[in-house]
């Protein structure tokens, strides 16, 4: 027979009072109590939001408006339970309104999380174990948790697969500033022709004045390949009894789902960010003109860092209410708790507007 669980901890008005005197933020769901204070900065609807409800039961706000929360929100809530509000401490319902358990509102299911029990050995690189786990791989790398994520035995490998966000412009805008200045230059000379390959005659001269439109081409071809890589690739659905496409899906993109707010896989890393870059170069230069697809690439790569930076910000920064910005990172963070099949675009929504894959709208409230 199983040991009982340890009772939940008791926490005095008082003692909540003094906590969040010292700038914790603490919630309520009826007596259940929850420290939010290392999720502030990557709450969707920004810090602010949570540090006006410290001490206060927050049913009402998962329930909506403006939105009611996914089940993934609540079960990431249960991550940050640390105890009971005591008894004698708790709200006392109003008089002729009937009393209700405390969590009465919250589902079932969501009351026994236990981190600790999983499908996957949490002490164990995980990329070895993810592809057993089968029918069950889907639902489970969709259950975001807020704990890091080791794929690798090896310290080296394992590093390889991490990176911290200011790599990624160290490394790419160097790279991205000497090839625009060299391909300017070569489209200067003004002996650039596209098509002269295939014909003389009908040949178009390329002068250095095209730099700036191919250089924003190759910019927005950016957004369409990270629409195209993050719908059709991140978000392939491999079969159930393949052990080998699983792995390869939770290396490429599920590992980021299951652990949404881990700072260091939040950009690509270096390394195997590499082989991409070398692949579409590559592939530029063997298709066009070396300056064309030179210029072309060295538009892409700068869209490529901006995406990773925003990406970064999409997470951890806390944009203004009502901004652009503010808009994305809703977006975006309900792509990852509640809409995996929509949102795919993260620099831009122009493309899941084109292909119909935006983010569904939540119904607004009726108003009495």
Not at 61 to 78: F, I, K, M, Q
Request: charged share 20%; glycine share 6%; with cysteine.
């Amino acid at each position: 027979m199983a040991p009982a669980p340890p009772p939940a901890a008791a926490f005095s008005r008082a003692e909540l009072q003094r906590r969040l005197a010292a700038g914790a933020c603490w919630v309520r769901c009826g007596a259940r109590l929850y420290d939010l204070s290392d999720f502030v900065r990557q709450h969707p609807g920004g810090e602010q939001l949570l540090r006006a409800r410290a001490g206060q039961d927050v049913r009402a706000d998962l329930d909506g408006p403006p939105h009611r929360h996914s089940d993934n929100a609540r079960r990431w809530l249960e991550q940050y339970y640390v105890g009971e509000l005591q008894e004698e401490d708790q709200d006392v319902p109003e008089s002729g309104a009937e009393a209700t358990e405390p969590d009465a509102t919250m589902e079932p299911q969501l009351k026994a999380v236990d981190w600790d029990k999983d499908l996957v050995d949490w002490q164990k690189p995980l990329l070895w174990q993810v592809g057993h786990l089968g029918e069950k791989y889907d639902e489970w790398v969709h259950q975001p948790v807020a704990r890091p994520i080791r794929l690798f035995y090896s310290d080296f490998i394992e590093s390889l697969t991490k990176a911290v966000w200011y790599s990624v412009p160290i490394i790419w805008l160097p790279l991205m500033l000497y090839l625009s200045w060299s391909y300017y230059r070569t489209l200067a000379q003004g002996n650039v022709r596209l098509f002269a390959s295939f014909t003389t005659e009908y040949s178009v001269a390329m002068p250095k004045a095209v730099f700036p439109g191919l250089f924003v081409l190759g910019m927005l071809g950016w957004t369409l390949m990270e629409y195209l890589i993050h719908r059709f690739l991140f978000h392939m659905e491999p079969p159930s009894n393949n052990y080998y496409l699983i792995t390869l899906h939770f290396a490429l993109h599920g590992q980021h789902h299951k652990a949404p707010f881990d700072q260091s896989r939040l950009v690509f890393p270096p390394v195997p960010a590499s082989v991409g870059v070398a692949f579409f170069y590559v592939s530029l230069q063997l298709l066009l003109p070396e300056a064309v697809g030179g210029t072309l690439f060295a538009g892409g790569l700068l869209a490529y860092v901006l995406y990773d930076m925003i990406h970064y910000y999409l997470h951890f920064g806390s944009p203004r209410k009502q901004s652009h910005l503010y808009g994305m990172k809703a977006r975006h963070v309900k792509h990852h708790f509640a809409h995996q099949k929509s949102g795919f675009g993260i620099s831009t929504n122009f493309w899941d507007s084109l292909f119909h894959t935006q983010i569904p709208e939540e119904p607004q409230a009726k108003t009495q």
